[in-house]
Structures are given as structure tokens and as C-alpha cells.
């Protein structure tokens, strides 16, 4: 929504009571002093007239207001949007936040996208009410004065891992935009960071069941790979060329998550928290998801759709989870990445290996593959199947934006049916109303068999049904 679609009375209302349900779904500006907040801002509440309403950060910078520098607006959740037009917005939104803006033009973003460059501004324009070169100035600034005030890394450093290109322009666009230096916010801070390691705070609207999501998300745990233990997520991470690992540390009477990035990552940083906010999908809006899903979700209402990390590692355990246990999957991902992972080095002994790339297993020989990870010759034919597809750009399974066409590429693939298709859509294309609908736990908790039955009777889920899906696979560990 544009800023003129918002209602003045509730937003205020909102502002009032500091009400985290709309936490970055807006922000308000104080005219008086040309700040711009969040709903949960503790400073003084202005009166209505002094306030106007904006749908988004960058649309607040746009009209000349900067970010308050106590509810810090950089912290705020994104928006996790359901419609087609929405989802195409989203698609272009999460890009940018990869800084794919910082590397291409704006007519290759659209055609990685398979959409006009009129289409993308249009999309942008009537999403975020800014131009799409102003949403990724906007993210690159916000995540620049995150890193001022929460990490010891360099004024020079912070530049470039936030997407400039140019330490001057930096400065000058950074003091242009907030009326002080670089230099000048980080001797204001409070932070006494002296550590190499990068960290960043993500925030989330509440309730989040924390223990289920790392319960789903450690049985399915890439060994050597990932690691949960003692309330914290730890993996080795690629990101290009770059190496390095990662740790996720829940403050959940914040309300945000502690991201601890290795400083070999310092110039990933963007699509590192990026692809932590989809993995724990801290996007989501439990209000809006718990007042449709009804009586379904009344006895856990912080249920969360577990994301993934890395797509195509995730879609290999999809297929290797056919007709398995979940602890059998698992012990076949540990047997692909003791044979064709990449060893990286971190500070964890449970973790040491990069989960291998696309292109190398699309280069493995079938039956050597079988062979390796003790595994039916059909999973291997699957797997190959689809690094040849992900690596050839055919199937893109971290930012595809057409939904229904990434789903009939992996419909084709051989050993990809519709119930493998709608979890991949799932978990690692962050699809919200994705149903695997034919799934044997939502068949025994929905106490039918029938999946034209099944889909009838998840309708009146839509578009939430990947969350109604997670309600009753919970609902059966209570049986």
C-alpha cells in the first residue's frame, strides 16, 4: 500500500499502544522533527497531527524524513506478501536485498526476473510507493547504520558490504540522506563491538514459537552442514565465492534474532539476512495468519513455516525424503556431504562442510551417486535431474517470482510429483499458501484419505494453507 491508503486512525491507534502487530507493516513520520519510527517506538507519542503515515521505509526517506535512532526502523520485520502481484514484488524486493541492484542494471534485474523493466518500476512503484533504485539506496543505507552501530568493522568495510560501490559516494549519500556522517553516528553509538565478527539484529512479530521451529528444523538437519544446539542455529555458509559461517541466537523477550556472521562474509552480508529472515520466517504475520486459520491455530498461534537457507539443498532433501523416515533422509544428506561437500573452515567442531554446489552434482555420475549415498536408482535420477536444472538457470529455487511456472519445471523433472513440488514451494520458495495436500500426516490429521477432499476442505485456508499444513502435522504429535 501507498502511504494515502493508510488509515490515519488506526495507524495512530497502532502508534499509541506500541502495537507490535503492525511493526514494520508501517512507520510513522513526526513532521516536527523529520524522524521517522516504528509502531513499538517508546520516544514520546506526537500528536495526530504531526504524524503521517508511510507503507514503507524507503517511501518515509523519500519524502525527507531520517530514522530514529532509538526504535531503529533497520530492525523492523518485512512484509510477507500472498497475491500474484505481491509475490512479484516480493520476488523483486528480496533481489534487491541480495543487492543484486549494486551488480546489474535495472532492465537485468527484470530480465532475470522474465518481466519488462516498465513492469518491474510499475510493480515497485505501486508496492513500495519509490522508485526501484530508491528501495535499494534506502536498504543499503539502513543496513550501513545497522552495521555503524552494531559491529566493529571499518567505515570502509561497512561501504562496500552494504552495496556501494564508491567509499565518497557513500559518504555523501549517507550524509545527504541523514544530515551526519558516517563517523559521526558510529562516536554517537552505545555499542562497544570490538570483535571482527559481524553482527546484525533481525526483528520479528510475536508469538514465535521458537521450540517447534527448531524442533522440525534440527530433525531435518544437514549433519556437518548445520548444527542446533543449546537454542542456537550454526552453519557453514557460500555465498558466491565467499566462504565463511554463521550463527542465529533467538532473544525472544525482544522479540529479534541475533545473526553472527564470520568476517570472511562481511561483503554477503545483504543476502546472508536475507535468506535467515525466509529460513525462520521472520516475515510472517501471526495476527493476520491465526484470525483466518481459525480454531486451527487457536493452541499454537506462534506456528511458523520452517523456510530453507539454501533452496537446492533443500529440494535434495525433498527427494531423498521420499518414502523415508525423516532420520533416514538425513543420514543420506550426510553421506552427500562427506562424499561431494566442500570443507570450510570454522570455529565449531560440529560443522565443517559446505553442502556441494549444483554443478558439481549434476556432473556425478548416476550410478556412482546411488552408490555413494545407498540410495534407489530413481532418487539419483531425480537428484541429477535437478542440478542439471538449477544449474543451468532453468529452475531457480531462491528467487524464481513466477510461482506456478517454477512448479510445472519441477513437475517435470522425473521423481518430482506434486507432493514434492508443493513442499519444495513450501520451504524453499517461502510460498504461503503452498498445500502438499496427498501427505500422509495431513491426511491422518485431516481424517480423510481423499485428496480431492483434502484440497475441498483446505480452501477455506487459502492463502495460508502452507501454515494450516504445519498446524495439523502439529496438531498429531498430540494424538
Given amino acids: 500500500m501507498l502511504s494515502m491508503d493508510l488509515n490515519n486512525d488506526i495507524c495512530y491507534q497502532a502508534v499509541l499502544t506500541h502495537d507490535r502487530r503492525f511493526d514494520g507493516v508501517f512507520f510513522v513520520g513526526?513532521?516536527?522533527?523529520?524522524?521517522?519510527?516504528r509502531t513499538v517506538c517508546t520516544a514520546k507519542t506526537p500528536a495526530l497531527r504531526s504524524c503521517t503515515f508511510f507503507a514503507g521505509a524507503a517511501a518515509a526517506e523519500l519524502a525527507g524524513f531520517r530514522p530514529c535512532l532509538r526504535c531503529r526502523p533497520e530492525l523492523a520485520p518485512g512484509l510477507s506478501r500472498v497475491d500474484s502481484t505481491g509475490r512479484l514484488a516480493a520476488a523483486i524486493s528480496r533481489r534487491i536485498e541480495d543487492g543484486a541492484l549494486s551488480e546489474m542494471s535495472i532492465n537485468e534485474l527484470a530480465n532475470e526476473l522474465e518481466i519488462s523493466e516498465r513492469h518491474l518500476r510499475r510493480i515497485v512503484n505501486s508496492e513500495f510507493g519509490v522508485s526501484p533504485l530508491e528501495l535499494a539506496q534506502t536498504q543499503r543505507l539502513l543496513l550501513a547504520k545497522q552495521l555503524l552501530t552494531d559491529s566493529a568493522l571499518p567505515v570502509t568495510e561497512i561501504a562496500f558490504a552494504s552495496g556501494f560501490n564508491s567509499i565518497r559516494r557513500f559518504n555523501a549519500i549517507f550524509k545527504e540522506s541523514y544530515g551526519l556522517n558516517p563517523t559521526q553516528l558510529r562516536k554517537?553509538?552505545?555499542?562497544?563491538?570490538?570483535?571482527?565478527?559481524?553482527?546484525?539484529?533481525?526483528?520479528?512479530r510475536p508469538p514465535l514459537d521458537w521450540q517447534a521451529l527448531f524442533s522440525f528444523l534440527s530433525a531435518r538437519n544437514v549433519s556437518g552442514v548445520e548444527s542446533f544446539a543449546d537454542g542456537r542455529y550454526r552453519r557453514a555458509v557460500r555465498v558466491g565465492d565467499k566462504t565463511g559461517w554463521l550463527e542465529v541466537i533467538p532473544n525472544i523477550e525482544k522479540h529479534k534474532v541475533r545473526v553472527r556472521i564470520a568476517p570472511s562474509l562481511s561483503r554477503a552480508i545483504l543476502p546472508i539476512l536475507t535468506k535467515v529472515r525466509r529460513q525462520f520466517d521472520l516475515n510472517a504475520d501471526p495476527f493476520a495468519i491465526s484470525a483466518h486459520l481459525g480454531e486451527l491455530s487457536a493452541k499454537h498461534p506462534g506456528l511458523r513455516v520452517p523456510g530453507a537457507f539454501d533452496g537446492f539443498e533443500m529440494a535434495v532433501r525433498a527427494i531423498l525424503g521420499q518414502q523415508v523416515s525423516v532420520k533416514g533422509a538425513t543420514t543420506l544428506m550426510t553421506r552427500l556431504v562427506t562424499?561431494?561437500?566442500?570443507?570450510?573452515?570454522?570455529?565449531?567442531?560440529?560443522?565443517?562442510?559446505?553442502?556441494?554446489?549444483?554443478?558439481?552434482?549434476?556432473?556425478?555420475?548416476?550410478?556412482?551417486?546411488?552408490?555413494?549415498?545407498?540410495?534407489?536408482?530413481?532418487?539419483?535420477?531425480?537428484?541429477?535431474?535437478l542440478a542439471q536444472a538449477v544449474a543451468s538457470g532453468h529452475i531457480n529455487l531462491d528467487h524464481g517470482s513466477d510461482l506456478e511456472a517454477t512448479l510445472e519445471k519441477l513437475k517435470a523433472l522425473p521423481g518430482i510429483g506434486e507432493w514434492t513440488a508443493q513442499y519444495i514451494a513450501m520451504r524453499a520458495l517461502n510460498w504461503p499458501?503452498?498445500?502438499?495436500?496427498?501427505?500422509?500426516?495431513?491426511?491422518?490429521?485431516?481424517?480423510?484419505?481423499?485428496?480431492?477432499?483434502?484440497?475441498?476442505?483446505?480452501?477455506?485456508?487459502?492463502?495460508?494453507?502452507?501454515?494450516?499444513?504445519?498446524?495439523?502435522?502439529?496438531?498429531?504429535?498430540?494424538?
Avoid at 500422509?440 to 484419505?449: F, Q, T
Wanted: with cysteine; charged share 20%; net charge negative.
Fill in 30 to 37: 513526526v513532521k516536527s522533527t523529520h524522524i521517522y519510527c
Fill in 339 to 385: 562424499a561431494y561437500g566442500e570443507p570450510c573452515e570454522t570455529p565449531f567442531p560440529e560443522i565443517g562442510w559446505l553442502f556441494p554446489r549444483a554443478s558439481v552434482v549434476a556432473e556425478i555420475d548416476i550410478d556412482e551417486l546411488c552408490q555413494t549415498v545407498h540410495m534407489p536408482h530413481t532418487r539419483g535420477v531425480a537428484i541429477n535431474a
Fill in 188 to 204: 554517537g553509538s552505545q555499542s562497544q563491538v570490538e570483535s571482527d565478527i559481524v553482527e546484525c539484529d533481525l526483528g520479528y
Fill in 433 to 479: 499458501d503452498a498445500f502438499p495436500h496427498s501427505d500422509l500426516g495431513i491426511y491422518k490429521a485431516m481424517n480423510e484419505r481423499n485428496p480431492k477432499l483434502v484440497l475441498a476442505a483446505a480452501e477455506v485456508w487459502r492463502p495460508w494453507r502452507a501454515y494450516a499444513a504445519i498446524h495439523l502435522w502439529k496438531s498429531l504429535e498430540t494424538v
